[in-house]
């Protein structure tokens, strides 16, 4: 038990910093509550990827799947740290398709463009890091969904 939280602290935390590496370079900087936003949307994909219910599904289901997960993530922590706390780490209220300017339907489309990256990275380091399973290949996730397999 103690091994599997290590575990899934070591995968929160090395996802949480590659998505503000990410954030970093898309937007020009980054919060460090990110850390943990990202860290656990990430996390969530991944551990959903280790079930075959969900592995089994074609990549497209998995990019659905992820993005819901993500939008759900982003807008309860943007009510809790944009709205109530009124830290303004983002706001989307100009953007077309918003909820309250914590999520919007572009960025939605980019985060189901971004789940077969998510997939990989998250099978990648349990392999590299755990010795699990090694992954296909990235190039293989997105050939995957945009050919529908």
């Known amino acids: 038990?103690?091994?599997?939280?290590?575990?899934d602290l070591i995968l929160?935390?090395?996802?949480?910093?590659?998505?503000?590496?990410?954030?970093?370079?898309?937007r020009g900087w980054t919060h460090i509550s990110m850390l943990v936003v990202g860290g656990l949307a990430a996390f969530f994909i991944?551990?959903?990827?280790?079930?075959s219910k969900f592995y089994d599904k074609k990549m497209w289901q998995e990019c659905l799947i992820g993005t819901v997960i993500i939008l759900v993530l982003e807008f309860i922590?943007?009510?809790?740290?944009?709205?109530?706390?009124?830290?303004?780490i983002w706001d989307y209220s100009n953007t077309w398709g918003n909820l309250y300017g914590q999520i919007c339907i572009p960025y939605a489309v980019l985060w189901f463009l971004l789940v077969p990256l998510n997939v990989f990275v998250d099978d990648y380091l349990?392999?590299?890091?755990?010795?699990?399973?090694?992954?296909?290949?990235l190039l293989k996730n997105y050939i995957d969904l945009f050919t529908g397999r």
């Open 126 to 137: 349990r392999y590299r890091l755990f010795g699990e399973k090694k992954p296909q290949g």
């Open 46 to 51: 991944g551990r959903l990827n280790e079930y």
């Open 12 to 26: 929160i935390a090395t996802m949480g910093a590659i998505y503000m590496v990410l954030e970093g370079v898309w």
């Open 77 to 88: 922590s943007g009510m809790v740290l944009n709205v109530w706390l009124k830290l303004g």
């Open 1 to 7: 038990m103690k091994n599997k939280i290590y575990k």
